[in-house]
């Protein structure tokens, strides 16, 4: 443990590797944007908007898409099929709390791609329905 009397800079430089170590963000709110540059860099590969809005409303071979819950244009709010619930909208122009924490994202695409593909999506699927996404405005 680092003793009180040592300089502050020394201090940060300790902060910065256990906050880098542990993979933890040294932002506190991330944007869609970056989110979505991070899925691009992962596919390695542009997104493409209209493949996305394809996938989003597209049944993938189970019984819900996408635009089941979500709408087909999700700028509004959405009702969860199975359980009813008000979905609030996906759109982020429309909602300017989706898509501004990864860990939470991530697990919503686990989820939600659990349900509508059978599968995690991949990366370039995560990038394309994003990308999408952010061309809806109001």
Same mark, same amino acid.
């Given at each position: 443990? #680092?003793?009180?009397? /040592?300089? /502050? +800079?020394? /201090?940060? #430089?300790? !902060?910065?590797? !256990? !906050?880098? %170590?542990?993979?933890?963000?040294? +932002?506190?709110?991330?944007?869609?944007?970056?989110?979505? *540059?991070?899925?691009?860099?992962?596919?390695?590969?542009?997104?493409?908007?209209?493949?996305?809005?394809?996938?989003? &409303?597209? @049944?993938?071979? @189970?019984?819900?898409?996408? %635009?089941?819950?979500?709408?087909?244009?999700?700028?509004?709010?959405? #009702?969860?099929?199975?359980?009813? $619930?008000?979905?609030?909208?996906?759109?982020? +122009?429309? *909602?300017?709390? @989706?898509?501004?924490?990864? +860990?939470?994202?991530? $697990?919503?695409?686990? /989820? *939600?791609?659990?349900? !509508?593909?059978?599968?995690?999506?991949?990366?370039?699927?995560?990038?394309?329905?994003?990308?999408?996404? #952010? &061309?809806?405005?109001?």
């Amino acid at each position: 443990m #680092l003793k009180s009397g /040592r300089p /502050r +800079a020394l /201090r940060l #430089l300790y !902060v910065f590797g !256990v !906050v880098t %170590a542990t993979g933890v963000s040294a +932002a506190y709110a991330e944007s869609p944007a970056q989110i979505l *540059n991070d899925y691009a860099a992962q596919s390695g590969t542009a997104p493409v908007p209209s493949r996305g809005q394809q996938f989003f &409303t597209t @049944r993938h071979g @189970r019984e819900w898409a996408c %635009a089941t819950c979500h709408g087909a244009a999700p700028t509004g709010s959405g #009702l969860h099929a199975a359980t009813g $619930k008000t979905i609030a909208p996906l759109a982020p +122009a429309f *909602n300017p709390e @989706r898509f501004t924490d990864a +860990a939470k994202t991530e $697990k919503w695409f686990r /989820r *939600n791609c659990g349900d !509508v593909v059978g599968r995690e999506c991949t990366a370039s699927e995560k990038a394309d329905i994003l990308s999408w996404l #952010l &061309t809806l405005k109001p």
